[in-house]
């Protein structure tokens, strides 16, 4: 009797996993005081001088030209123009690639034809450096926008085209065999069975064919006859306004990370039955 | 092939209208040229239930594939209800190891999934009645709405069986399908099987591992010898229907327990 008295008398023995400091802090925080940090030490080097301002500007100065040039996107100025330029570039360019981009993946993934014969070529093109292709490009399409849209989408093209193959690849011999004895067509088994089992390698793909259709059109409007948020950034270096690239940087960044980001959005909107889905945890 | 060697392995003295027929079914596969199947003969009659046993590799599957129209042999012929097997069927119902649900279609959907692929959406929302009887046959009800990664390895593979009863196949084929549960539910899942096929008068043919489960669900188990695979043995189980898992204590289960783990042991694992 005593010793089940005793037991009764025990402590709940409740524990819970040591977290770290660090890991404590929320994301807000930790995110706000690295920012802090790293302008910190930028004013530091700033103040020393060791550095001439014409290469690195002072915090201050960049963040005053940062609002001036918000200002100016927000009142609609010659920038937003510039902007939209870049942005329809971009979007074009990222249909293209999607377009082109899944049609070669099915072929390369689906057919037997098209892994013997379309792959090694596709991997053939992938391994040169696209830039490089740049100057050609102006060539064939001239200095207007479709030159820029053109090298975007190459660049944009290959993740997509990997990335849908891969994804073709993941449906395994029983889901094969599944939809083999349930009397499927191709179309059906590729529609209803592939594709959707191989959303997450075509959602990696596509991240990364934002992150180069972003590259391509601003590599394209530096080579020359851009009129987009390039060519002010070319504009601007040419000049020495070091606090103006920094400014159209992050501003172009905005660009590319809104892109991603939307990518991302689809991706859990379509893929939520995926673990991995959750990239990175950026955007959640 | 004569008349008193085909005898032995037909229909293993049931009577009934043949269903599946075989005659001297052989594969190979290309590559690396394995002799898989040796002219394999079999005869099931409808409304029987079927096992076939052997060792690992002997080319189970690999004859399941080839009566299910999914692998073309290399030699002999299959019919079924009289026409040349050359593909797969609709009156051919299968179920493998895995239970192979879609993560993105609730359990519902993925057991109306064949009524989708052979009659369209429509047809298959028509069978969501029809589909959550099966769900309640299997002791699932109320995990219509569900995604299938919530759901354990046993639920999966019941879940499994609904789509594979949906269709109303006359013709069961079973690759080792409850392989992945535990003993209990699989004694359970054997014996909601048993139920099914009687009530539907359905002709099954189940591969496993399990001598024990061979015996209690089947009319006749076929041992199967190493790879070139080949039926070395067919075994009459005289046991009154419906089984019941009371049954595997009965001196008789035991006795035929033995016979074929003593064929097995002869040549199987040499
Ligand atoms: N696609 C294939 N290509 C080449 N050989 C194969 C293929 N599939 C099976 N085999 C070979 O055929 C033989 C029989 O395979 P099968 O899968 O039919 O065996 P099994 O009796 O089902 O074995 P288990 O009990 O392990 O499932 C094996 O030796 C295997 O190596
Ligand atoms: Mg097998």
Redesign the interface.
Do not use: C, D, G, H
């Given at each position: 009797m005593t010793v089940i008295d005793n037991t009764d008398q025990r402590p709940e023995t409740i524990w819970s996993e040591h977290v770290s400091f660090m890991d404590r802090i929320p994301r807000s925080i930790a995110m706000g005081g690295l920012l802090v940090g790293f302008v910190a030490l930028w004013q530091l080097i700033y103040a020393i001088g060791v550095v001439s301002p014409i290469i690195l500007p002072g915090p201050w100065e960049t963040g005053a030209d940062i609002a001036f040039v918000g200002k100016n996107l927000f009142t609609g100025g010659y920038m937003l123009t510039a902007l939209w330029i870049t942005i329809k570039e971009v979007i074009f360019g990222f249909a293209i690639a999607i377009t082109i981009g899944f049609l070669l993946g099915i072929l390369v993934g689906e057919t037997t034809f098209g892994e013997r014969a379309v792959l090694p070529y596709l991997v053939a093109i992938d391994t040169m450096p696209k830039v490089a292709f740049a100057p050609l490009f102006l060539a064939w399409l001239g200095f207007g926008i479709a030159s820029k849209v053109a090298l975007a989408a190459f660049i944009a093209t290959f993740p997509i085209v990997v990335g849908t193959a891969a994804g073709l690849y993941v449906a395994d011999e029983n889901a094969r065999m599944l939809f083999k004895t349930m009397g499927a067509s191709r179309f059906q088994t590729l529609f209803k069975m592939k594709l959707p089992l191989g959303l997450p390698q075509i959602f990696t793909g596509l991240k990364i064919a934002a992150v180069g259709v972003m590259a391509g059109a601003i590599t394209g409007e530096f080579l020359g006859g851009g009129k987009g948020f390039g060519e002010l950034i070319r504009v601007a270096s040419s000049q020495l306004n070091t606090p103006r690239v920094f400014s159209l940087i992050i501003f172009l960044s905005l660009l590319g990370l809104t892109l991603f980001w939307s990518v991302v959005w689809l991706e859990k909107k379509l893929v939520f039955w995926h673990k991995s889905s959750v990239s990175g945890g950026i955007g959640t | 092939m004569n008349a008193l060697q085909r005898s032995a392995f037909d229909g293993a003295g049931l009577a009934g209208r043949p269903v599946y027929e075989l005659r001297g079914v052989a594969k190979s596969y290309a590559r690396r040229s394995i002799h898989a199947l040796d002219r394999v003969d079999l005869t099931l009659t409808e409304g029987s239930f079927s096992s076939v046993i052997g060792p690992s590799g002997c080319g189970k599957s690999t004859l399941l594939?080839i009566m299910?129209g999914?692998l073309p042999p290399t030699e002999g012929s299959v019919y079924l209800e009289g026409t040349p097997v050359t593909g797969?069927?609709?009156d051919?119902g299968?179920m493998?190891?895995?239970a192979?649900l879609?993560?993105?279609r609730t359990t519902l959907e993925n057991i109306v999934?064949?009524i989708?692929?052979?009659d369209g959406k429509k047809a298959a929302r028509a069978m969501h009645d029809e589909a959550r009887a099966l769900l309640d046959l299997v002791g699932l009800k109320g995990f219509d709405s569900v995604?299938p990664?919530e759901l354990s390895g046993g639920m999966a593979q019941r879940a499994a069986i609904c789509r594979m009863l949906i269709t109303k196949p006359a013709v069961l084929l079973l690759d080792e399908p409850f392989s992945a549960l535990d003993e209990l539910s699989r004694d359970f899942m054997n014996m909601e099987l048993q139920r099914i096929c009687m009530e539907r008068n359905a002709t099954a043919f189940l591969v496993t591992h399990s001598i024990p489960e061979a015996v209690i669900l089947s009319d006749t188990v076929y041992v199967m010898s190493p790879r070139p695979g080949n039926f070395v043995e067919a075994i009459n189980i005289d046991l009154p229907r419906p089984r019941t898992l009371d049954m595997m204590t009965d001196p008789k289960f035991g006795e035929y327990v033995r016979r074929i783990r003593a064929r097995l042991d002869k040549g199987a694992f040499l």
């Open positions: - | 594939k299910a999914v797969t069927r609709r051919i299968m493998f190891q895995q192979t879609f993560p993105w999934l064949p989708e692929i052979r995604r990664n």
